[in-house]
């Protein structure tokens, strides 16, 4: 049984309706001279309960108005209490310590909940805070000088992720990858593929001083000297064979590494909309732009052959070069001006995913933005930092991969544990704080690997369908729906209060930039799911409560695939 999609769906249903509820009491207070007409409303929450025993959501609303009304908050609380509208979601409210109330939804508020699951179905908790305005979200964003590492396989799950929740949320989602495609690093990785091309090996004399040296830099010269094609970002280079020719073999390193890296990044389930390239800012004369503005805004002076921004002005603890005494620019520079492209292209809200160790750059970046007095918002753009990943293997550090030469890279990951363990074991934890990958726990079919618990419970519910039909029983959804109140026990009212948590975990997610919240509330689901399956028949001879039952099920593997898809990862239907 497939459920029906529908567009245009709300969101965080119950809260949405409470907080109606509590704005017609407000009014109603207003009318009867209790509470001042004009009398502003608190940015008051309504959150879930810690507990069952208080209740399913609580406010604090009585204890905010309490001051300007000029009111005890608990007299208050029970004045709002009795003005509230008789309403069949609510089954009864009381008030608790000092202030707060506390609302006991009634059933009917959760049978109500899986009505909107099995209707609004791939849509169910979408929501509309983006309001359709663009956002640009630029991740991995990976110098093309080797094989993309654990760390930038992070960054994408990040971005990735990310950039899903927002499309939920309603923004117009744009994924950008930045090619560093210029400076030092380029030039190290020129001249170690020419090394290679002339048959020298890192350990032997001559060897480039900050030679790349994994394996992967002979198999770029071999395809070099081959005369092979590659094609990257729509464009085809082919190998010029003249292990002289420094250009060419530049040329050829960065379009053969930069097609091995969308190479991984398409196994991982991972595609940009824009590539923008380094080199392009100076060739389009952007950097010099930006400079002159820079210059004409008054914001920059000359000290010591130098050019400097007067980044103390907008928050950076000291001004900073912006052209050395030689004439090159320091590296904020082109950054700068590549975040104008940004704001230029119409991104009212642009991201960038960056590893820790970038955090000392982000100020002076910021600062730069603002001393070109275009109209862009401070704190503009939002960063997301992320801490590196150790992974383990037998309860040891693995650090070294034959190919890259130093460092563990993504598609080592995907083909030791597979594309969605490692999604969701580099998705799995707040963005700022490390990440130890355990490949032996990734890859066990255990109920201790999170990504197998919940991709389980989907195939679990597939399977129950599947049983269903082989013993001849006819799933009615329509009288499912209509007999959700046969769902009493405990371990149904748990699933039914998580399921209806979706749509509140997506909002927040999205507006913390935290996706790592799905991937911990998913397995909370699963758990609720699992728990019920082993304490139930779900195939029983009363046809009502057997529909109710797989109704129910069936809710929750649409919610179980919908979470998961966030995730970038699979909703198998056995396993």
């Known amino acids: 049984y497939e459920i029906g999609i529908v567009t245009g769906v709300q969101t965080c249903a119950l809260p949405i309706s409470l907080r109606d509820l509590l704005l017609q009491a407000l009014e109603a207070l207003r009318n009867d001279g209790t509470l001042p007409a004009d009398l502003d409303l ?137 090619y560093n495609d210029a400076g030092v690093q380029i030039a190290n990785l020129a001249v170690s593929v020419q090394a290679r091309a002339r048959g020298i090996a890192p350990d032997d004399a001559g060897w480039p001083e900050g030679g790349y040296r994994g394996d992967y830099i002979a198999d770029v ?58 080199s392009s800012l100076y060739s389009d004369g ?41 004439g090159t620019y320091t590296y904020f520079v082109p950054d700068v001006a590549y975040h104008l492209s940004k704001w230029q292209r119409g991104y009212e809200q642009a991201i960038t995913v960056l590893g820790s160790d970038h955090h000392g750059s ?70 700022d704080s490390q990440l130890v990958f355990d490949i032996d726990l990734a890859r066990s079919q255990s109920n201790d690997n999170p990504v197998y618990y919940i991709q389980y419970a989907h195939a679990r519910v597939c399977s129950v369908l599947r049983q269903a039909g082989e013993k001849g029983f006819t799933f009615d959804p329509d009288n499912g729906l209509a007999q959700l109140a046969r769902l009493d026990n405990e371990h149904e009212q748990i699933l039914l209060t998580e399921l209806s948590k979706y749509p509140e975990q997506v909002e927040a997610a999205a507006a913390g930039l935290e996706p790592h919240v799905i991937a911990n509330w998913l397995r909370e689901l699963a758990n609720a799911f699992h728990t019920y399956y082993n304490s139930h028949q779900f195939l029983v001879d009363d046809k009502d409560l057997r529909d109710a039952r797989l109704t129910l099920v069936v809710a929750t593997r649409q919610v179980l695939r919908n979470g998961l898809d966030l995730l970038g990862l699979g909703a198998p239907e056995s396993m």
């Open 42 to 178: 608190p940015g008051f929450v309504i959150e879930r309960a810690r507990s069952r025993e208080h209740g399913d959501f609580a406010t604090n609303l009585a204890m905010l108005l309490a001051k300007p009304a000029r009111a005890k908050p608990r007299e208050l609380a029970e004045k709002l209490v009795a003005a509230l509208p008789q309403n069949s979601l609510l089954a009864k409210v009381e008030i608790a310590g000092p202030g707060f109330i506390n609302f006991f939804l009634a059933a009917e508020a959760y049978h109500a909940e899986v009505r909107r699951i099995m209707a609004d179905g791939a849509a169910y908790g979408r929501n509309r805070q983006g309001a359709g305005r663009t956002v640009g979200v630029e991740f991995v964003s990976a110098n093309p000088t080797g094989p993309l590492h654990v760390g930038h396989g992070r960054n994408a799950a990040i971005g990735d992720c990310l950039s899903r929740l927002l499309d939920a949320s309603g923004w117009n989602v744009k994924r950008e990858f930045y």
């Open 362 to 431: 982000l100020a002076r970046v910021k600062a730069g933005l603002q001393a070109l007095d275009c109209g862009i918002p401070k704190g503009w753009p939002d960063y997301m930092l992320y801490q590196m990943v150790t992974v383990m293997r037998g309860g040891e550090e693995v650090k070294i991969s034959k190919r890259a030469g130093s460092y563990v890279t993504l598609r080592d990951l995907i083909d030791e544990v597979g594309r969605d363990a490692t999604r969701y074991f580099l998705i799995s934890r707040k963005s």
């Open 286 to 326: 952007k950097v010099e732009e930006t400079v002159r503005e820079l210059v004409s805004h008054g914001h920059t002076y000359e000290d010591g052959g130098a050019l400097w921004l007067r980044s103390t002005d907008y928050g950076d603890d000291k001004d900073r070069v912006m052209r050395k005494s030689d």
């Open 221 to 278: 010269a071999q395809a070099y000297l081959a005369g092979a094609s590659v094609e990257a970002d729509g464009q085809t280079v082919t190998g010029a064979k003249d292990p002289d020719d420094l250009d060419a073999i530049r040329r050829f390193a960065v379009a053969y590494l930069r097609r091995e890296q969308d190479l991984d990044l398409k196994a991982f389930g991972v595609e940009f909309d824009t590539y923008f390239l380094e």
